[in-house]
């Protein structure tokens, strides 16, 4: 109904115009677009005041273009005050460290068309030196959109063009590369790259946002500006994911890739190390970095070794009580090379998937046991069940996060051809991503008292 | 000539052409709040400690434009520091998780309020943000949506206000104090709901403006469900007059103060003119300030100074810098509102835009320890003629200072070409100060974590039944149902604490009159109030306790006006506190018969020999001991009682 009405009168969105209800009220503004369809019949406009309202329509509805978007735009332009800078200092000139930012999807910076209520992406270098005229102080700042995608739509085929993008790069000569990812998935995507740089020069920072760029209180500014005193200036060559480390716009934190996990939905400080301390802290105000861990790579200490390709047959599932050994019998007939178990406690799944676990390991796949407890190690010595698993061929993960031993084995089947160096390989530390040593304080604890 | 002191009684806002526009907000007394399932209470003290501080970064539109305000807040590196109580506040007032849908009672209320004002309710109500820079919001935006447009309210002189139109949005955090670069909110009365009522600029005179916020109110407080006290209710207003401007007037919270400041603003609009027709009078243009007006370094000239602003500011390796203003003698010491000069307005820009603390000018030199001397060799170096140009000097760090000076030149080229666009704060004067200037259009873009909500036929019916009913159906129910005199009803129907009323009259009818509880109201408060008795201070909770402790007999009537006057007094203190403080606590009935029996043994020949005619006598005896802790009605009967029963024995 209302498509056809907007149709008939040749009214896109943006247009200003005029609705006269059978009832004989007239609403005037601008036709927004409806984010739920056309299910309704309801014309959503904007009024002068700046408000939206939804208008019912029906049959009788006649409706009218006053203005296009296009005259409304020019008009609105032609009486726009000047472009105020954020900041009035120009960054001071001579040599800065070079940063790259590779976009993959969400928006660090957008902007706001308040005529229409559109949120546009920003991303090129001058746009993102606008929204966020700090990184400008601290490096060279050149920028590239490799995609825009939801980060629920990554995709390992997508992880393997963000690692030649950002190898690219960094053959180029530059001193760091920020990587901005929608938050979601974007551990895997930090784990992923870990594992195929197995030699880095460098550090490369994937960051993101918690709460859109478009609002005031955004954190995509805050975390961009520590994403990039990260890349220009850290003393360590890692991948790392840098975001709010607590509510406040304070600091940021430096996770490393294999060890990080999105543990809340909606709060900035959303991204926790697992089993380990983040690696660093940033303060991007105070243009300071505090490092809390032992580097594993200290930055030009390494020359760039590139290994890319991730393995698509691989499962990460999930251990539930009752799963039907089915679930296993249908990836090993399906071709699939590796599953990653999220097992209970200490590394265990019913018994009754045994046998199906067992006839899946002779076939040459490759299984790994993780925990659903996310913190600690698995071991499957102490309980009958973890040694018979043991006995079925099934490889303990160590203390691995199962995002990153899904993505590491993803990564160990196609590097290497031999099963029995993968399955070595998942057991051994690569880049940080198993310890032999956890101590007291890597835990965190409620605040009950 | 303008006139430097100001005579209010000159000026007449209908003959000015004034023009006002209400936007009036009230709080709903809703359960939670409109995006969370917080309540919407407020706590007495904030937590020890601020929960989390942040920064608000100005947002730039398409055409790059970015607020003013806050931009220069932003890059003073302001810091927001939010106090957040567990019980009212959670990740939702954090900024940490996305609101949740629109809370449907507030809706229903609201929309209830729009249909009293003939309103016309919106087909689909969609959220909008609001970009709101000052930390008051933690999102940087208030919540905001039009439920109903249109309507009207009708004056008792039969003329019609228009509304324009009614929406729902969340209340701001409360501001705590501000130290530094940092300014700290209390976030348990951010989410509260809003009804706001934007009327149309019909209200002529300042007492049309009291008339239609009072009407709005009322018929507010008719639904029972709104919350009422302090702060529960605010009042921003756009004021202009014939060749003036559209002033916005922020904060308006006390009623009986709307059309103080309604006057002051239109006379504010008034003296701007008179001060412009001077200046073209005087032949000044624009571009002679524009040519004229340079900002000099003047430090030189108070080396040893005697002004200890300048002394101070120069301690910390601050300069002195002068600016002349072409033409303007005299001017810049002309009121424009009752103890507010053209030279406050000017300071005001100074402070807005430099950040200093504020400015000296020569309609008030020689002073503030500036010398003759001093001031003569300013003038010199800025080449100003005496008795014809004005100088205005600033002293701070050399950036601020300069700021501060080309805001004020600005200032003054604005005096020659009219009245500039100003969101204003009203003061508890009446008068105004420059706040901020006015943003350009709303910047408004949708909420998109919020969906939007059809008004369906069941939403409108439940609206219906919540629509305040008419003042006069309302007073026939006040003396029909607590059985109150015509005078009586009506003043109660026009006091703002008539639903109040209703509680009490609801809850202690039985016990305490409803005639009485209204009485309260409508004499005793006010007698006390003529008689220079602080009852602002009188809270709810104060007066429901003296109605309490009546029903409970711990008072009597008699006391009442005493025990409410030591409340207002001591705010602080409670009934059970001021009836030890009066020394009127009640007392038990067996203590009251012990009393009279003592006292009719001491008279007992007296009774003896007059009988019931000796009651006076007895009465005189006790009173005096019991006045206040009992009614003398009862006294009285127990008196009777006890006199009979002697009577009865020696017969
Ligand atoms: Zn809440």
Redo the contacts with the bound molecule.
Sequence with gaps: MARKLLEKAGAKIGDLVRIVKSDGSVYEGILMPRYMAFSKPIIVIKLSNGYNIGVRVDDKTVVEVLKTREQILREAAAGAPAVIPLIEEKPPSGPKPRVVIVGTGGTIASRIEYETGAVKPAFSAKELLEAVPEIGFIAEIESEVLFNILSENMRPEMWEKIVDSVAKYIQEGFDGVVVAHGTDTMAYTAAALAFAFQGLPVPIVLVGAQRSSDRPSSDAAFNLHAAVLTAAKAPFAEVVVVMHGEPSDSYALAHRGVRVRKMHTSRRDAFQSINSLPLAKIWPAQNRIEVLLKPLRKRREQELVVKNGFERKVALVKYYPGMDSEIIDFLVDRGYRGIVLEGTGLGHVGEWLIPSIRRAVEEGVVVVMTSQCLFGRVNMNVYTTGRKLLAAGVVPGEDMLPETAFVKLAWALKQFDDINEVKKIMRTNLVGEIAARHTLDVYPRWNHG | MVEAKLDVTKYDPRKLGLRVGLEIHQQLDTKH?LF???PTKLVEQPPEKPAFARRLRPTRSELGEVDIAALFEWRKGRVYEYYAPDEC??L??ADEEPPHSLNRDALVIGLSIALALNAKPVDEVHVMRKIVIDGSNTTGFQRTAIIALGGYIELPSGKKVRIQTIAIEEDAARKVDERGNSVRFLLDRM?VPLIEISTAPDIETPEEAYETAFIIGQLMRLTGKVKRGIGTIRQDLNVSIKGGVKTEIKGVQRLDLLPKVVLYEAIRQARLLEIREELRKRGISPQDVERESKIVDVTEIFKNTKCRIIKRALSRGGRVYAVKLPGFHGLLGVEVQPGRRFGTELADYARFWGGVGGIFHSDELPGYGISEEELSKVFEVVGARKGVDAVVIVADEPKAARKALEAVIERAKMAIIGIPKETRAALPDGTTKFMRPQPGAARMYPETDIPPVEITDDILAEANKLKPVHPLVKLKELKTKYGLSEQLAQQLLRHVHLDFYEYLAEKYGDKVAPTYIASIFINILRNLEREGVPVENLSENHIEDVVRALAQRKITKDVVPQVLEFLAKNPTKNVEEAIKALGIGAISLEEVEKLVEEAVEALKEEIMSRGMAALSKVMGRVMPVLRGKIEGRVVAEIVKKKISELLEKHR
């Design positions: 709040k969370c399932s917080c506040s959670c939702v007032e989410g």
